[in-house]
């Protein structure tokens, strides 16, 4: 089955760049998102098909996927951005959505 | 606004079938190109794709749950449903239903349920 590869941590100081990765096989020819999940809440879109930000999320996400990587940047992180954050792809050999195992991105 | 409200019991003893059911508002859940799906998280880890039905009635469903998935929609109700037999405290998660839209192969989920806990125990 497809697997999708993220780092379990990244940390990021106050207004700087974070970038989060997920990574598998050919993932560039796939469409790549990504959710954002505070303690206690539902995920929330902030990238789909790549780097496409849905109405409402702030400009400071951005996305891109090339490769066998597909990457979340957030520019100028704020202490609100401190969340886990997830990737998913379908996997078209099995048509199955397939999450990456998360990233726990610390704003400190 | 599309809305997703699920329900259903928060404890389901070993061997026995789990039954949630996922409530739509604010939308048809028969109309449009969309995939109505459930997903589940044990507590600390992540997010598991279990299953999805199509507006056409058409399933699929996580392989590694094998046969035990069962998931339907009762259009009169605007309800989606989920099923999941023989369950062990494997399954103790919390479960959301979502909505999916974007086409083959770039299908995202757009809106979820606040999810519920289910604890399988005795």
């Known amino acids: 089955s497809y697997e999708l590869t993220q780092p379990p941590s990244v940390s990021v100081s106050p207004g700087q760049t974070a970038s989060i990765t997920c990574s598998g096989d050919k993932l560039g020819n796939k469409y790549a998102c990504w959710y954002q999940q505070k303690p206690g809440q539902s995920p929330v879109l902030v990238i789909y098909?790549?780097?496409n930000r849905p109405s409402g999320i702030p400009e400071r996400f951005s996305g891109s996927n090339s490769g066998h990587t597909a990457t979340l940047t957030i520019s100028g992180t704020q202490a609100m951005d401190e969340a886990d954050y997830y990737c998913?792809?379908?996997?078209?050999?099995?048509?199955?959505?397939?999450f990456g195992g998360g990233t726990k991105l610390t704003v400190l | 606004q599309v809305q997703l409200q699920e329900s259903g019991p928060g404890l389901v003893k070993p061997s026995q079938t789990l039954s949630l059911t996922c409530t739509v508002s604010?939308?048809?859940?028969?109309?449009?190109?969309?995939?109505w799906s459930w997903i589940r998280q044990p507590a600390g880890k992540g997010l598991e794709w279990i299953g999805r039905i199509y507006t056409s009635g058409s399933t699929n469903h996580n392989p590694s749950l094998k046969s035990r998935v069962t998931i339907s929609v009762d259009t009169s109700k605007n309800q989606l449903s989920l099923k999941l037999s023989s369950v062990t405290a494997a399954d103790t998660a919390v479960y959301y239903c979502?909505?999916?839209?974007?086409?083959?192969?770039?299908?995202?989920?757009?809106?979820w349920g606040q999810g519920t806990l289910v604890t399988v125990s005795s």
């Open positions: 979502a909505r999916a839209r974007g086409g083959y192969n770039r299908y995202y989920f757009d809106y």
């Open positions: 604010g939308g048809s859940i028969s109309s449009g190109n969309y995939y």
């Open positions: 998913q792809a379908w996997d078209s050999s099995t048509e199955d959505w397939v």
């Open positions: 098909q790549n780097n």
